[in-house]
């Protein structure tokens, strides 16, 4: 062996013989020249009895060693996450607390001595489409695996969806909604999925009233029932082949009005989740006697159909095929053709696209929590495998650079729990109609911020997360891939980071700036309330200010612009408003009478970063027609087809 020093450790290498020679260990001894001489070690057992060396070595034949990793384990979720515990703390009041908190911890057990296995049985055994039978009869089987139908069984129990229905705990009902999907949502093999569109047709259900009330008077107690034997699923068939957030101009779905009042939908479904759904509601043109029907926004209606009909065949269904993803594996996807399935208007007709939005605003909340759920759960395993890998003659957490490194997902981890509670918070006073004007123009504008930051930074955490494990999390074996696979659909599901930032202009726009003048308002008042004599929590709170005050410059001198300009910088913008936001989330914690010093320092390290990329952007040019020109000009070089016309 040579001896090797880094990191202050003492390494030992072999060096393989030729393979007709005796095997021997060396070590290197240093003369007083600084010249190396090579030296026997010691010489194994077999050569100085005269018997085979290599069958005494310890990695010969059928003997492998004796080095193994230890598996990083899964404890009560809830319980091991103090700031969980503490956000929620100081956020809900005691008496409220006290009597979800139970809860919570019996449920953050069941997580990880239940649940996570079976999420992973769900990556492990997929969903299969069988579309004809043994005699050729076309019957479309989806097959789905014992693991995934007990989510489901376990998601009606827990009241995931239920939770916020029943209320009670009045507003803080979507609070504590939200903590115990935090849990669930990063070991339900995706499940999670399904809840988000059954939230959101629960809630479209909720708030919308009208000559569909006798489907309402099915589905909503489904939807939301704690009985698994009565609990329905719900998807929404939205996407089809023009693809996409466009749906005005990519929905080509016809229904066909019938005697008995209902219609039969005639379309392609391109790519439609949680194929195994009870119901779905769905996108579609209403065509009139004449077979005219109207393009565009005004031309979609919502309708409701259930997936089977009585007899339990599809409802005029044909499953296309199964959809080969990145991730999400354990869910189906499908694409699907609606050949006179059998559905029911539930909108006033045009006002589909209307009739989306309150389901947006639930599924991109789902998301969000999500994404956080998986930025959690990574660093739940990373910190209990860095307690028990050694590596350079230590445990790696005993490695300062490698702390470092967790240290800095967990900065991020907390900011956006804090992000997300804050928009259950109001999500909660919304549905129990104790909003404010003031905290509606903050759900308005954070919901596109929480989805679109909290989704970006899920990728960059789980990616993080695998380089803690070395190459183990590499090995689709450990489970631990399939965390990163899974990540990246949240940047794409229910809108794109550039979609999701133009909808925050949009937020802006349509209320002729009011939600922005909120915003401001709202970080103002959060500092203004906080009293502390820490130094540096003082200077993390003149960042804070001064990173609202340059926002505020940026909004002032872009509306002089030319009209694209805001729409370039949308994504900065947007990422701009997410990090001053979640600082001052951080700030008011940190400054909580209950908070530690380790608060106070998250609260820094967050503002160590550029908390408002924007202004660089616009001192820069980039969002002028000039730094648009050179955006296209690099992205074309040498490009031979069709140019942009921009």
Same mark, same amino acid.
């Given at each position: 062996?040579?001896?090797?020093?880094?990191?202050?450790?003492?390494?030992?290498?072999?060096?393989?013989?030729?393979?007709?020679?005796?095997?021997?260990?060396?070590?290197?001894?240093?003369?007083?020249?600084?010249?190396?001489?090579?030296?026997?070690? =010691?010489?194994?057992?077999?050569? $100085?009895?005269?018997?085979?060396?290599?069958?005494?070595?310890?990695? !010969?034949?059928?003997?492998?060693?004796?080095?193994?990793?230890?598996?990083?384990?899964?404890?009560?979720?809830?319980?091991?996450?103090?700031?969980?515990?503490?956000?929620?703390?100081? @956020?809900? *009041?005691?008496?409220?607390?006290?009597?979800?908190? *139970?809860?919570?911890?019996?449920?953050?057990?069941?997580?990880?001595?239940?649940?996570?296995?079976?999420?992973?049985?769900?990556?492990?055994?997929?969903?299969?489409?069988?579309?004809?039978?043994?005699?050729?009869?076309?019957?479309?089987?989806?097959?789905?695996?014992?693991?995934?139908?007990?989510?489901?069984?376990?998601?009606?129990?827990?009241?995931?969806?239920?939770?916020?229905?029943?209320?009670?705990?009045?507003?803080?009902?979507?609070?504590?909604?939200?903590?115990?999907?935090?849990?669930?949502?990063?070991?339900?093999?995706?499940?999670?999925? *399904?809840?988000?569109?059954?939230?959101?047709?629960?809630?479209?259900?909720?708030?919308?009233?009208?000559?569909?009330?006798?489907?309402?008077?099915?589905?909503?107690?489904?939807?939301?029932?704690?009985?698994?034997?009565?609990?329905?699923? $719900?998807?929404?068939? =939205?996407? #089809?082949?023009?693809?996409?957030?466009?749906?005005?101009?990519?929905?080509?779905?016809?229904?066909?009005?019938?005697?008995?009042?209902?219609?039969?939908?005639?379309?392609?479904?391109?790519? &439609?989740?949680?194929?195994?759904?009870?119901?779905?509601?769905?996108?579609?043109?209403?065509?009139?006697? %004449?077979?005219?029907?109207?393009?565009?926004?005004?031309?979609?209606?919502?309708?409701?159909?259930?997936?089977?009909?009585?007899?339990?065949?599809?409802?005029?269904?044909?499953?296309?095929?199964?959809?080969?993803?990145?991730?999400?594996?354990?869910?189906?996807?499908?694409?699907?053709?609606?050949?006179? /399935?059998?559905?029911?208007?539930?909108?006033?007709?045009?006002?589909?696209?209307?009739?989306?939005?309150? @389901?947006?605003?639930?599924?991109?909340?789902?998301?969000?929590?999500?994404?956080?759920?998986?930025?959690?759960? =990574?660093?739940?395993?990373?910190?209990?495998?860095?307690?028990?890998?050694?590596?350079?003659?230590?445990?790696?957490?005993?490695?300062?650079?490698?702390?470092?490194?967790?240290?800095?997902?967990?900065?991020?981890?907390?900011?956006?729990?804090?992000?997300?509670?804050?928009?259950?918070?109001?999500?909660?006073? #919304?549905?129990?109609?104790?909003?404010?004007?003031?905290? @509606?123009?903050?759900?308005?504008?954070?919901?596109?911020?929480?989805?679109?930051?909290?989704?970006?930074?899920?990728?960059?955490? /789980? %990616?993080?997360?695998? #380089?803690?494990?070395?190459?183990?999390?590499?090995?689709?074996?450990?489970?631990?891939?399939?965390?990163?696979?899974? &990540?990246?659909?949240? $940047?794409?599901?229910?809108?794109?980071?550039?979609?999701? &930032?133009?909808?925050?202009?949009?937020?802006?726009?349509?209320?002729?700036?009011?939600?922005?003048?909120?915003?401001?308002?709202?970080?103002?008042?959060?500092?203004?309330?906080?009293?502390?004599?820490?130094?540096?929590?003082?200077?993390?709170?003149?960042?804070?200010?001064?990173?609202?005050?340059?926002?505020?410059?940026?909004?002032? $001198?872009?509306?002089?612009?030319?009209?694209?300009? =805001?729409?370039?910088?949308?994504?900065?913008?947007?990422?701009?408003?997410?990090?001053?936001?979640?600082?001052?989330?951080?700030?008011?914690?940190? /400054?909580?009478?209950?908070? !530690?010093?380790?608060?106070?320092?998250?609260?820094?390290?967050?503002?160590?970063?550029?908390?408002?990329?924007?202004?660089?952007?616009?001192?820069?040019? %980039?969002?002028?027609?000039?730094?648009?020109?050179?955006?296209?000009?690099?992205?074309?070089?040498?490009?031979?087809?069709?140019?942009?016309?921009?």
């Amino acid at each position: 062996m040579f001896q090797l020093r880094i990191c202050g450790v003492r390494s030992w290498c072999r060096i393989a013989a030729h393979p007709a020679c005796p095997v021997h260990n060396f070590r290197s001894k240093s003369t007083a020249a600084s010249s190396t001489v090579v030296e026997p070690l =010691m010489h194994t057992k077999g050569s $100085s009895q005269g018997e085979d060396p290599v069958n005494t070595m310890p990695y !010969s034949g059928a003997k492998r060693g004796s080095f193994t990793q230890v598996k990083p384990l899964l404890g009560n979720v809830f319980t091991e996450d103090g700031f969980l515990q503490a956000a929620l703390r100081r @956020m809900v *009041p005691k008496e409220i607390l006290d009597k979800f908190t *139970p809860d919570l911890v019996r449920f953050g057990h069941r997580v990880a001595s239940e649940i996570e296995s079976l999420g992973r049985a769900c990556e492990e055994n997929p969903p299969k489409h069988q579309p004809y039978d043994a005699w050729g009869n076309r019957v479309d089987e989806l097959i789905t695996c014992d693991a995934w139908k007990r989510q489901k069984q376990i998601s009606a129990e827990e009241g995931i969806v239920a939770i916020p229905y029943e209320r009670s705990y009045g507003t803080w009902s979507r609070v504590y909604f939200a903590a115990k999907l935090l849990l669930y949502a990063p070991s339900s093999g995706l499940y999670s999925c *399904p809840l988000a569109m059954t939230d959101g047709a629960a809630k479209f259900f909720q708030i919308h009233d009208g000559n569909w009330a006798a489907q309402k008077a099915k589905a909503f107690p489904r939807l939301t029932s704690r009985d698994p034997n009565t609990f329905w699923t $719900s998807g929404q068939w =939205m996407t #089809e082949r023009g693809g996409g957030s466009d749906v005005a101009d990519g929905t080509d779905t016809r229904a066909i009005r019938q005697a008995d009042g209902s219609y039969k939908l005639y379309g392609y479904k391109w790519f &439609s989740s949680a194929t195994d759904s009870d119901m779905t509601l769905t996108l579609a043109r209403i065509v009139d006697e %004449s077979g005219e029907f109207t393009k565009g926004t005004r031309g979609l209606s919502m309708f409701y159909l259930e997936t089977k009909g009585a007899d339990g065949k599809l409802n005029g269904i044909e499953i296309h095929k199964l959809k080969d993803k990145l991730g999400t594996r354990q869910l189906p996807t499908a694409e699907l053709l609606l050949d006179g /399935a059998v559905a029911h208007l539930v909108s006033e007709e045009g006002r589909g696209v209307a009739s989306i939005t309150p @389901m947006l605003t639930i599924t991109r909340i789902h998301n969000s929590i999500a994404a956080v759920g998986g930025m959690r759960r =990574m660093l739940h395993f990373a910190r209990d495998y860095a307690t028990k890998r050694t590596a350079f003659g230590k445990r790696i957490i005993d490695h300062p650079l490698h702390i470092q490194t967790l240290a800095r997902m967990e900065v991020e981890t907390r900011g956006s729990i804090l992000l997300i509670m804050e928009i259950a918070r109001l999500l909660g006073l #919304e549905e129990n109609n104790l909003a404010t004007k003031h905290d @509606m123009q903050m759900m308005r504008i954070l919901t596109p911020i929480t989805k679109l930051y909290t989704a970006k930074q899920s990728i960059s955490v /789980a %990616s993080e997360g695998l #380089e803690s494990f070395g190459g183990q999390g590499y090995i689709e074996d450990t489970g631990l891939p399939s965390r990163l696979r899974d &990540s990246q659909v949240l $940047s794409i599901w229910e809108g794109t980071t550039n979609i999701l &930032s133009l909808d925050v202009l949009r937020s802006i726009t349509k209320t002729k700036g009011e939600t922005l003048q909120a915003f401001f308002a709202d970080i103002q008042t959060r500092m203004d309330n906080i009293k502390t004599q820490d130094q540096l929590l003082i200077t993390t709170m003149k960042k804070i200010h001064q990173a609202k005050a340059d926002l505020m410059t940026f909004v002032q $001198s872009a509306s002089t612009q030319e009209p694209r300009f =805001m729409e370039v910088a949308a994504r900065d913008f947007a990422y701009s408003l997410a990090r001053t936001y979640i600082g001052a989330l951080l700030v008011e914690h940190a /400054a909580w009478a209950e908070s !530690s010093q380790v608060d106070v320092t998250v609260a820094s390290r967050w503002c160590e970063k550029d908390l408002c990329p924007v202004t660089l952007g616009s001192a820069a040019g %980039s969002y002028k027609n000039d730094g648009i020109s050179h955006d296209m000009d690099m992205v074309m070089d040498g490009y031979v087809g069709n140019k942009s016309k921009l």
